[in-house]
Every structure is written in structure tokens, then in C-alpha cells.
């Protein structure tokens, strides 16, 4: 069966390195077993530019007393490890985790993530927007978006949706159906 984490992160400014909430979502044999969130005080503490918490809601009081990303990193790779890593606008979402990872001087894990929106453009030909609400309402999927938690977890709904559609129902078939599109963190 599938196994992968989905991870979305929310960031305080335009620094990819200001994530200031993270959320994983993890399946293992197609099945999501828990999704986890985690606000994080950023180092542009305690500036967050306005229009990110025009997106998110975020600010600064919410991360007051929150951890930094190297305090709770060590529990999310635990989660992480070994998986496949699916985000939606993934270039995003693995570029804050590769610079928050830089910011602290962690080594990089050997990951290698998906697009899913590559994956629902393999899987839904001609939808007017695949953005993550319109692939939620799509599917009927009601959820908070712009909460990493939230996002992580429809982000991972619609990817078993989209290998379901396309018939991948194990690890290595995803390397085979999607080649072109794995990356590595």
C-alpha cells in the first residue's frame, strides 16, 4: 500500500526561512493516521508582514510562547522519515522546509516530494483551477484553509484521491507514474 506525509507550512514573511506554522499529514497504507501542527516563532520574531497574515491569520501573539523550527524539527523528521513527501505547490513548501533546515544548520534529509497539483493534472484533465480549494470543493471536501494542519490534510486526501484515479496503489508505482515530476529535497 501507499505510504506518504503530506506538509504544509505558513510563513510570517516573504524569507522562505519564516515558517510560522507546519503541519504534517501522514498516510500509511493509503489510510491518514494523524496529522500534527505545530505554530512556530519564526526569526523575524516578532515582525510578520501584514499581507501573510492577510493569508493565514497568524501573528505574533500567536507565536509568542511557540517553539522555534530546531526545537521542534526532530519530532516532525520522525514523522517524515523515510516517506515520500507530498505538498501542494510543493516548490514552496520544500523550499521553507529546505531554508528553515539551512537557518538552523540541520542536514538535509533525503527526501524526494511530489506536486500535488502535478498529480491532480494527471488525474483531472481539464479542471478550470487546481488550486487547493477548488480541488477541495471539487471533491466536496469542506476544510480551514491557510492552516497548515488543514491544508496538510486535504492536500492528502486529494493525492489518494488523484492515485486512486490513476490506479497507483504502492510507493513504487508513485516513482513510475510520476517520474518526471519527484523531486529531491
Not at 523515510?82 to 501542494?88: D, E, F, Q, R, S
Not at 542536514?107 to 477548488?134: H, T, V
Amino acid at each position: 500500500m501507499i505510504d506518504f506525509c503530506a506538509i504544509d507550512f505558513e510563513t510570517a514573511t516573504y524569507e522562505r526561512n519564516s515558517a510560522c506554522e507546519m503541519g504534517i499529514c501522514v498516510v500509511e497504507n493509503g489510510q491518514i493516521v494523524k496529522t500534527e501542527t505545530w505554530l512556530i516563532k519564526p526569526p523575524s520574531f516578532p515582525y510578520f508582514h501584514p499581507r501573510n497574515i492577510d493569508v493565514h491569520g497568524i501573528c505574533s501573539a500567536d507565536v509568542k510562547d511557540a517553539p522555534t523550527f530546531d526545537e521542534i524539527w526532530h519530532e516532525a523528521e520522525n514523522l517524515m522519515y523515510g516517506n515520500l513527501m507530498v505538498a501542494h505547490n510543493a516548490g514552496f513548501d520544500a523550499g521553507v522546509l529546505r531554508s528553515c533546515l539551512e537557518h538552523y544548520g540541520f542536514f538535509k534529509p533525503k527526501l524526494n516530494y511530489l506536486c500535488s497539483i502535478s498529480l491532480a493534472k494527471k488525474s483531472w484533465k481539464g479542471l478550470p483551477k487546481y488550486g487547493l480549494r477548488s480541488l477541495a470543493d471539487f471533491h466536496g471536501i469542506t476544510f480551514n484553509h491557510h492552516r497548515a494542519g488543514a491544508d496538510a490534510e486535504v492536500c492528502a486526501k486529494i493525492s489518494l484521491l488523484a492515485f486512486e484515479r490513476l490506479m497507483v496503489t504502492r510507493n513504487d508505482e508513485v516513482t513510475e507514474v510520476m517520474k518526471k515530476n519527484l523531486k529531491i529535497l
